[in-house]
């Protein structure tokens, strides 16, 4: 792939070291974090959005409107599912960092770290933990990817730690179920 000027791409460099597993003896193996695109370049797509131009945050100056009440319904469950994996993950020791990280490329629901690990967590509430499982689709999880490369790279003192990409899912009468190492920057 080339870009639009005819001049080739970069090399893809490696950002991090992912564990492919942790073991009884602990880290098992390392793998390159390789996302489908890299740092400051998303994998495909349409073009980035405007820019806004105005104080309102709309490039055309108008206040943007407010989300439709099924939008609002949503958001409000998704705050509330990620209060309480956040609640969750530092009642089992993790300390949280970020929440809602927004980047170009995608957002990270958490981002928290305990004992040398950075963990990516995406956060799923459905009506059953099936159903929260099932939800995490390959582009969603290339965003993620991507997002926590921009992360990353924001955040230099974190090199050297390992890095794993978490799921909680959240689901009515049900207990929080964390998927350590949900999935992986190869996937």
Do not use: C
């Not at 104080?55 to 939008?71: D, F």
């Not at 970020?98 to 956060?123: C, N, S, W």
């Amino acid at each position: 792939m080339s870009r639009d000027d005819g001049t080739p791409p970069p090399p893809r460099k490696p950002v991090r070291a992912v564990p492919s597993g942790v073991g009884p003896t602990g880290l098992q193996g390392r793998r390159t974090l390789k996302g489908p695109g890299e740092i400051g370049q998303p994998a495909s797509g349409p073009s980035p959005k405007p820019v806004p131009t105005e104080a309102s945050g709309q490039p055309n100056g108008q206040p943007k409107p407010p989300p439709a009440p099924k939008r609002q319904a949503a958001m409000k469950l998704g705050l509330s599912a990620e209060s309480r994996a956040a609640a969750f993950l530092m009642a089992k020791g993790y300390r949280i960092i970020a929440r809602r990280y927004k980047t170009p490329v995608g957002e990270i629901d958490i981002v928290a770290q305990r004992l040398g690990t950075v963990v990516f967590v995406e956060v799923k509430a459905r009506t059953s933990l099936d159903a929260a499982a099932e939800s995490i689709s390959l582009r969603q999880r290339s965003r993620i990817i991507d997002a926590a490369q921009y992360w990353l790279a924001a955040h230099p003192k974190t090199e050297g730690l390992a890095l794993r990409f978490d799921a909680i899912l959240i689901a009515p009468g049900s207990l929080p179920r964390h998927l350590p190492g949900a999935f992986d920057a190869s996937t």
